[in-house]
């Protein structure tokens, strides 16, 4: 990797909000219309209430990071206040459209993980230069 880090500016995703939104009134609407016994559709709507849950807690987690930093000392996420909080990596998925990384972040038990598109990243430019430096951490990590 570069001796150079990269900071790049965050700003939420509408399109992930609409589109797990969307997703989960269609099976919303598809258990209530099931011909089903109610325990089953009960026990549908429970799980599904939960994904729903997940999901907001998702994207809620996203809101209260501003930047993204990657450096040779790994990956750090900037809050709302500027403050900087180092990762520890669980994981890295990376395509074209879209970013996860699974994390760990200090004095937290929960791992954490953050979904990034590039409508997450005010110009493409941005997300296509967090692409790349992300590809070359990762093969840097399993380089070693």
Known sequence: MSSSSLLVPLKPAALLA?????????????VLL????????????????????????????QKQYQAINIGENGISLFDL??????????GLYISRVLVLIRYQRDGLRLPGALLLLPQNTYTEQDFRRLYISLKQLSQALLGS
């Open 81 to 90: 206040a500027g403050k900087s909080h180092p990762l520890i990596l669980r």
């Open 18 to 30: 609409q589109l797990g939104m969307s997703a989960h009134l269609c099976c919303f609407i598809c």
């Open 34 to 61: 099931a011909p089903a016994q109610l325990l089953a559709k009960l026990i549908s709507l429970l799980v599904l209430l939960l994904s729903c849950y997940l999901l907001w807690r998702q994207l809620s987690g």
